[in-house]
């Protein structure tokens, strides 16, 4: 028996073994076989030919200040270039591609980059708005058709996922991001990356890159560009988590992003990019700067001329200078003036070309350009997808009488400008998407009230059609290109065109406001006089027929904002995963003013409430949801236990959820929690998980939600990630201001 029993054992551990190292060598970025050609490419370099392939230069339209540089195709020649970004086409691509690897010295291809935030030809919602989906896997399949796509053209590495936490509405970038919780833009950022690299096994795969690494959202005053000021634990808590998801999921690039944190220009800081993603996390994808975010650690102060910000740069661990032409300029001179060690360089090449082995580029370096697949109409399968994530993103805010859906109506008035907007509808960042790709709501409306019988008017303005009319619909909102996403922050952040719907709440009949934007907007003032509000961020090529099928029915709203919606912006920061202060408001009506000491003396305005308009994850459906109070399946656990990973020491959390509507719908699942009595101060809720499940009506389903080390966990005092002794407070609910909790607690 014995021998057998070693035997059995030695098995077993062998098989561990084998599958730890097929684990760990499943991502290129950690594969051997890669490695070793870098190192042999390596090798053959010479200082000149290292310092090229960290160049990268932006040869089509500018996506930051121009810099009217010209003359690539001879750098690339000589080996000086090893990027080149918003050069689209395969064509195109292919020239340089061609120079590249048949011309230069080594042979070393270009890798294409481009922003394709939220499709390339298939504009899908903004990010915010695919946020609002809480569909990792639909999200997945966004990305997944923008890279086949984006591909095609020669483009094989996008500038995102975008991954910063905005807690503050007026940063015009908010749109780009999935809103205020690290949790969900954990989630969100893996699916991102999942759906561009696939496998990494195939020439339609692309790398993706995760920016803006770090800290970028918490600008202050929500101005693009600006300082920000990040407590460490915060830093690790809520903006390196999704950072860290994506690099845990295998993401081939970080850029580093244009704010100074913590006093340091986060393009040259040793803290984040050395030792947090390098040393912390063994990061091996490439880093590339912001465009031109190493030359502006000038401006920041930290170097006084372009030599020293090329030094700090690649000291501090950016691999790639986008369009900074520092790099070319100055890298060499430093190495051989001793101020930069070789082995310094060395690793930012490796990085870069690991990236480039990581994609099959020296397999593939050409697109084909025997294929021109976006000149005719887009496949089936791409605008159906644009449709369900349109009508997935959509947030019901308001629906008052039921107005929402459409029964029974004859005649309806449109008024305002977005009901026939095709380019708004593709939000900021639209690659190549094509205004003539759009379907408006004015196109799908006509079309179905022609089917069915209904009279539609459309007009700019508070037409008198609106009079007669059964219903009235309000389509207004934000034009995205200039009041959305990079530099256009804001600081009055109302609903343009919202005074529309005053103008027709005079014909006193039912008003359906569709509100357009890149971001939460104020609605307090419009709130009361719109019968129902339906936030449709800006959604894409697929926004007419999404709309119709919402407002008459044939898709019920399942969206949840991710940000949360401001009565005031004097509120803002303001975010739901807050701390609770030492004087909380409990039970003071903050609806008036304070009278007394009792109501003053808290943390709260004299003018507004503390609450936003809309919580995050809240959103309306056709169908009503009821939720059980949660049940913990023990009363207490141990810290201890925990935190050595004892399986025993978890608690499952389960509720009922039950469709108590008419029709069916999906409902998205939140779980949070709450900790007190914890060596630092917890956030008054927290994310911890979160599922969407479709209810039939009268339907109930049970949903179970496990508490682990891994939601329990936070930086302590010590600044150690780990479970402490607590009293944790649980809730299974619709939205982060609701719910009832259940407790239990963490012993020793
Ligand atoms: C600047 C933006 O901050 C960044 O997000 C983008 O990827 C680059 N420009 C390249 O266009």
Redesign the pocket.
Known sequence: MKPFYFLKVFCVLMFCAVANLCAQSSSPLQSAAIDQKVEKLLKQMTLEEKVGQLNQY?AGAA??PGTGRTGYPEMIAVGQVGSL??LIGAKQTNEMQHIAVEKSRLHIPLIF???VIHGYRTEFPMPLGLAATWDPALIEQTARIAAKEASTDGIRWT??P?VDIARDARWG?IT?GEGEDPYLASEIAKAYVRGYQGNLDSPDDIAA?V??YVG?GAAEAGRDYNTTEISDRTLREIYLRPFKAAADAGALSF?S??NSLNEVPASANPFTLRQVLRHDWGYKGMVVS??Q?LWEIEAHGIANDDRTAAEKGILAGVDMD??GNLYHTHLAELVEAGAVPMSVVDDAVRNVLRVKFALGLFDHPYADDTKTAFDGPLPAASRELARKAAEEAFVLLKNEHAVLPLTGIHKIAVVGPMADNADNMLGSWDAQGKANDVVTLRNALTAYCAAHNIAVSFSADASAASADADVILVAVGETASEMTG?AASRTRIGLPGAELVDEVAKFNKPIVLLAFAGRPVVLTPIEPKATAILEAWFPGIEAGPALVATLFGEANPSGRLTASFPRSVGQEPLYYNALSTGRPVGNVDLTRPPTTGLEKYHSRYIDEQNSPLYPFGYGLSYSTFEFSTPQVSASSTSAKALNAGDAKAEVHVTATVKNTGNRPGDEVVQFYIRQRGTSVARPVRELKGFQKIALAAGESKQVDFKLTRQQLAFWNIDMKEVAEPAKVQVWITGDSASGTPAELEIKP
């Open positions: 932006s996506t930051g970004f918003n980059g481009l922003d500038f995102s975008m970038r780009e890159c920016k803006h970028y850029m992003a244009f912001d465009w975010s986008m369009e990079e």
